[in-house]
């Protein structure tokens, strides 16, 4: 077989049977009877009879050869009626105008990706774009980190994590990851419908603003910023839980949190930089901008000195972002950082087996086979697989990539109800958190997981497996999120910090539509209560729309045969200068 490319996208593939069956029928006739042979005045008698008188034929010179007058005048009426027949009807139908051809109607998925994208925008902090698509939105956060001396402007930009107006760098920087490898891998599909410079601005949105939060102009740093905003838990000072403000009438203090150590938000970074820069790849100085963040943030990671967990010890950050390891952000990170640069000392390290020993990997842990913002492992190993799938490195790398390749396989298989690994509800919501709050966000990027596995397989021929709690989305949808940006009117009254606790504790519909928004989801129960006091199962996520974007336009048909995208043994993920030799070196000294 001869395949178009080694990776998705359209095979044209010549099936060796038919060669064999053309063969074959060939074969089946008798080379003789193909043959035309001058029969003598005998034979002739045999089949045609006694000869007949013949008139004589009256011929027309043309000049150049004698034809007979009948024939001619048969050429002529054949090509008139032919004329009639099929040139003239031509004729007349070009000459009708024609209405434009109309695309394919965008299926459910498609529809539901365009709303999810829109929710990103009405999370944004900062000085808002003109065309910013959320006309109750407007421009805040602009003294965020004002009172910083190493960070010229400060810290305006970035996103809102949820319904607060907290920006949580570690999510943040997973939620960039999610929607930059939904990009990476379906391009074509966003381009399909409609959305590729919207997501590709998005995802920059965010970018820009990690590329603030430490020195990314130096190959060293010895800090990081990891939060901007506060919650104390049951306090009783204004601050971003205490009041229930539109981000625009902000006036209390957002203190900004500082890391000096913190492998886990360090190596998140590293991988949001890392795959935003094959995003955009077509603008080379910002790739290699984002690629040299990528790096020093990488080599913050991975100081043997700064190895405890960035959240450690900080009750602004414990209590919602906890991060519970960091050998999976190892794993992950060092994947992307191979897939932007080529540098196989990041590739030697993915694959060392101690890797995935201190990261568990393989122990057949049930929490993590789940994709999360906590846990990245089951996006590792399957980012690690695909390596092994398209391009098969072979040794020294084999032993590791196929353990990774076979757990992510236990992995998908896990998925499924019908091995009971995990809970479903009897509406068929697939339990990954065991019944927390925040159900979807894990259904929607494991699916994301799932399609995309699907289509690595699809792409390889190996036969595969092939989900509204989405504001706008369908005729009914949540409309009391506990959003204070939703909630509140713009109205033109300013609201104390606890003056918006009227319409925090409103039982009526938000005043504006957040659309896109992706709620927590129901219970364990299928149950689901549409109020804003329930933040469990009504409060959106950066996160769980990352999930939600990247799952649907891994699913959407709009595009369909637009698959993963294409690569070859030179190059990964786009046509790029070649990022790795046929056969690369054995890996360097594993530094633990």
């Known amino acids: 077989m001869h395949s178009q490319n080694h990776w998705g996208g359209s095979f044209e593939i010549t099936d060796p049977s038919e060669v064999e069956d053309n063969h074959s029928r060939n074969m089946d006739i008798d080379p003789g009877a193909l043959q035309q042979r001058q029969l003598d005045e005998t034979q002739q008698s045999w089949l045609l009879g006694p000869p007949e008188t013949k008139k004589k034929d009256k011929y027309i010179d043309l000049g150049c050869v004698l034809v007979k007058r009948k024939l001619l005048w048969s050429m002529l009426g054949a090509v008139l009626g032919a004329f009639l027949l099929i040139g003239l009807p031509i004729i007349i139908a070009k000459s009708i105008p024609k209405k434009p051809s109309r695309a394919p109607a965008p299926d459910k998925y498609t529809q539901a990706l365009h709303k999810a994208l829109l929710f990103f925008d009405a999370q944004k902090s900062g000085k808002l774009p003109k065309k910013n698509g959320i006309p109750w939105r407007g421009n805040s956060g602009l003294k965020d980190g004002s009172d910083l001396r190493d960070v010229k402007g400060g810290l305006v930009g970035g996103y809102y994590d949820a319904g607060d ?14 929607l930059s490898w939904s990009v990476v891998e379906y391009s074509d599909r966003y381009k399909a419908i409609g959305e590729y410079d919207h997501v590709r601005e998005l995802i920059k949105w965010g970018t820009d603003y990690l590329l603030l939060t430490f020195n990314s102009s130096a190959s060293t740093i010895n800090k990081i910023y990891s939060q901007v905003g506060i919650a104390k838990v049951n306090g009783s000072k204004p601050d971003d839980h205490y009041c229930w403000n539109r981000p ?81 952000e190892y794993m992950w990170s060092a994947a992307w950082m191979y897939y932007a640069t080529g540098n196989n000392s990041y590739i030697s390290f993915a694959t060392d087996p101690r890797l995935p020993k201190n990261a568990k990997a393989f122990f057949g842990i049930l929490d993590f086979s789940v994709l999360s913002w906590d846990n990245k492992l089951p ?48 509406g068929g919501l697939a339990q990954f958190n065991h019944g927390d709050g925040q159900p979807l966000q894990y259904a929607v990027a494991n699916s994301f997981l799932a399609a995309l596995y699907a289509d690595y397989m699809e792409s390889v021929n190996v036969p595969g497996w092939k989900m509204s709690y989405v504001v706008g989305y369908g005729k009914r949808y949540p409309r009391r999120l506990h959003h204070r940006g939703a909630s509140t009117p713009n109205n033109g009254v300013r609201y104390s910090c606890t003056g918006g ?11 504006h539509v957040l659309t896109g928004a992706m709620v927590g989801g129901p219970d364990k129960h299928d149950k689901f209560k549409d109020a804003r006091i329930s933040y469990a199962q009504n409060e959106p996520t950066l996160v769980g729309n990352a999930g939600l974007v990247a799952a649907l336009v891994a699913i959407t048909s709009s595009g369909r045969g637009l698959g993963v995208r294409a690569v070859d043994k030179n190059t990964m993920f786009t046509a790029v200068p070649p990022m790795f030799p046929a056969a690369p070196p054995p890996p360097a000294t594993w530094k633990p």
Request: glycine share 8%; aromatic share 16%; with cysteine.
């Open 165 to 178: 107006n907290i920006k949580f760098h570690f999510p943040m920087a997973f939620s960039m990851t999610l």
């Open 501 to 511: 606790n009227k319409w925090r504790d409103a039982k009526g519909k938000d005043p």
């Open 379 to 426: 996006g590792a190993t399957l980012l690690l697989s695909r390596l092994r799938m398209f391009l098969n490195p072979g040794y020294p790398y084999e032993e590791s990539l196929r353990g990774y390749h076979n757990i992510t396989g236990v992995n998908m298989c896990m998925y499924f109800p019908r091995f009971g690994v995990f809970n479903f509800t009897r």
């Open 248 to 328: 625009e009438d902000m006036t209390y203090a957002r203190p900004v949190q500082e890391c000096n150590a913190g492998p886990d938000l360090a190596g998140e970074m590293a991988a949001a930089l890392a795959a935003a820069s094959i995003v955009f790849r077509d603008h080379a100085a910002y790739s290699r901008r984002l690629v040299r963040g990528a790096a020093t943030v990488y080599k913050f990671a991975r100081d043997g000195g700064k190895r405890s967990p960035y959240s450690r010890g900080n009750e602004y950050i414990e209590y919602y972002y906890n991060s519970t390891g960091y050998w999976d």
